[in-house]
């Protein structure tokens, strides 16, 4: 069984900044892409960042130049590190791994319980 576990949310004033972190725990041989989403009161859940084995990264051009996501392979853990945050970057933030690969077999899409972060004006 494969859990992530997210961490690092809070409240914060806008234009300071927030790290989150993702710990993917269980028997794990790899994890292909990695990402954050987040969803507020009324909202789909969206894309905020996603990362690759490899390293490559994409954005929501709402962040872009703000969020920065990094990855730990050894330790199968994913970052956000948020910075000049905006009241609209209100949410809860979701960290997700399309395929994790463990010795039972694959295991397709998992997802963290979210981390709420909350930007006053």
């Known amino acids: 069984q494969v859990q992530l576990v997210e961490s690092g949310g809070g409240l914060v004033q806008a234009g300071g900044s927030l790290r989150l972190s993702c710990a993917a725990s269980?028997?794990?041989?790899?994890?292909?892409?990695m990402g954050w989403y987040r969803q507020a009161p009324g909202n789909y859940r969206d894309l905020v960042a996603q990362?690759?084995?490899?390293?490559?990264?994409n954005y929501a051009d709402s962040v872009k130049g703000r969020f920065t996501i990094s990855r730990d392979n050894a330790k199968n853990t994913v970052y956000l590190q948020m910075n000049s945050l905006k009241p609209e970057d209100t949410a809860i933030y979701y960290c997700?791994?399309?395929?994790?690969?463990?010795?039972?077999?694959?295991?397709?899409?998992?997802w963290g319980q979210g981390t709420q972060v909350t930007v006053s004006s």
């Open positions: 997700n791994a399309d395929r994790v690969a463990t010795p039972s077999g694959l295991i397709l899409n998992p």
């Open positions: 269980g028997t794990i041989r790899s994890i292909n892409n």
């Open positions: 990362i690759t084995s490899d390293g490559g990264t």
